[in-house]
């Protein structure tokens, strides 16, 4: 088909053609790169940070690129309180704009990547990230259509509990919700953590997740648990209910449930915790059920036990032998030991080649583990088939 159009038409379109490349492809490059400048925008980004609370420094260049579109790159970004404490520091930053706000001559950002992330995680804990965008500055939209952050290399600096270090987050709009993957390593890169989920609203100062995943692991180790989950803001509390999951080690997998727990900077609270496993080989079945009612972890550094039980047993073919056992108030404080003045057992075993067949005891007393020296003492009343038992035990590196 041949269109026949005039010179007029030839020339409205040529215009409206010119004319659409100059407003969406001219304008936003001669904005961008040949009025772009360094110091209004430095300027700028700082003006979107509370400056009641906190301070915020670009030691480094603030520099325009090419970066899934046109984006700004920055280096070398600190923030500290108002004492001069270091909470954060970003080594690089990249924050792509928006191509429809850069037609109209403005700045916003709806992505970005940080490459190398230093936090202070005692400042952080101390001094938290509250009200870090000052809501009330006249380029507070700058940051307000950001759809996807990626955070990489994040890092534990001063002296800190548990550091973290080779870190990632990555969070990303996913209609009305929120998606999130946060994963780095502890001790050294002895043992690794991962946390995805997906935060579905925000309730006043409230946080609810669809559904909060984590795994922990090791070389030996491997913990999988799932929870329904709330983050409140202003306590920075993390409320967990309902937590299943799993535990492998070795080549054994156990169930693992904890009714709720409650996390924050300062510890952990968890109520009435199980864990089971039962396996079989060569023969052998065991089967071993772990229940506490209440652990507090204070600081994360001692833990302290309301109540744990413990029931062990073990069949070999015509040989049985179980165990239960509870510990109350069981303390245990990094770089001393566990240690628990009401401990009881009831053992039992049973074998053809016994006289009666069985042996029973019963045991009631203090039991400690100290691992500076690596050594368990146990001082336990009772009696064994009904003969009065004393117990003064000390094993030393598992050898009694």
Known sequence: MRLNLSRTKIRV???????????????????????FDEEQVKQTIINQFDSKNYNVAIDGMVVPKLWHGMSLDLSSIILTTKTDNTILKIHNMSCKLSWLNLILGRYRV???????????????????????????????????NIDRVDVFGVDSVGKTIYPINNG?????????????????????GQIYFMLNGEVNSLDGNTLKFDELNARVYNTFTNINIGAKAKYVIGSKTFLLNNLVG????????GSLSIQNANLDFTGAILNNAIFQVDFTKNLVTNHLLVNVDKLSYANFESVVVGKLLVQYSVNVP????????TLENLIYAKNAGIYSNQCSSQLSFSSP?????????????KCAYNLNSNTMHLILDGNLNNALLNLDLLILNNKP
Do not use: C, E, H
């Not at 379109?13 to 009025?35: A, E, G, K």
């Not at 015509?318 to 056992?325: L, R, W």
């Not at 080649?353 to 007393?365: E, H, Q």
């Open 246 to 253: 799993n535990v492998q080690f070795n080549n054994y997998v």
């Open 110 to 144: 709806n992505r970005v990547s940080i490459n190398g992330l230093d936090v202070n995680q005692n400042n952080l804990m101390q001094n938290g990230l509250a009200n870090l965008l000052n809501v009330s500055a006249k380029d507070n939209t700058l940051f307000s």
């Open 168 to 188: 990632t987050l990555k969070i990303a709009q996913n209609g009305l919700g929120v998606n999130f993957t946060l994963g780095f390593k502890l001790l050294n």
């Open 353 to 365: 080649s016994l006289k009666n067949n069985a042996l029973n005891a019963i045991l009631n007393g």
């Open 318 to 325: 015509g040989i049985k032998f179980g165990m239960d056992s």
């Open 13 to 35: 379109l040529f215009w409206s053609i010119f004319l659409l490349l100059m407003i969406t492809v001219v304008m936003p490059f001669f904005f961008f790169f040949y009025l």
